[in-house]
């Protein structure tokens, strides 16, 4: 099992939809930790660890968001894992 740590930033109308809160509940159902918020710019930033595969899913799931969100794009940069225990929304 390879763990691996993924940081975003999704663009687009991202705040004011949910998608934090949605975010959070994706991560629980398949099992990944780290954090997301808000930025002052209109952004969010995510950081997501876990079993590769689970953490590719829920960035599959950021470039969608939820049903009032309209992502334009997901930046997503790859970090060394640093132990993020549960999942949770900061800010």
Do not use: C, D
Request: zero cysteines; proline letters at 3%; a positive charge.
């Amino acid at each position: 099992m390879e763990v691996v740590r993924a940081h975003l930033i999704i663009h687009g109308r991202v705040q004011g939809v949910g998608f934090r809160w949605s975010m959070q509940r994706e991560a629980r159902k398949l099992g990944v930790n780290g954090w997301v918020r808000n930025l002052p710019n209109g952004k969010v930033e995510a950081v997501i660890e876990g079993e590769r595969e689970r953490v590719e899913a829920l960035i599959g799931w950021a470039y969608q968001g939820p049903l009032l969100a309209r992502v334009t794009k997901v930046e997503v940069r790859w970090e060394e894992p640093k132990g993020e225990k549960g999942f949770r929304v900061v800010g």
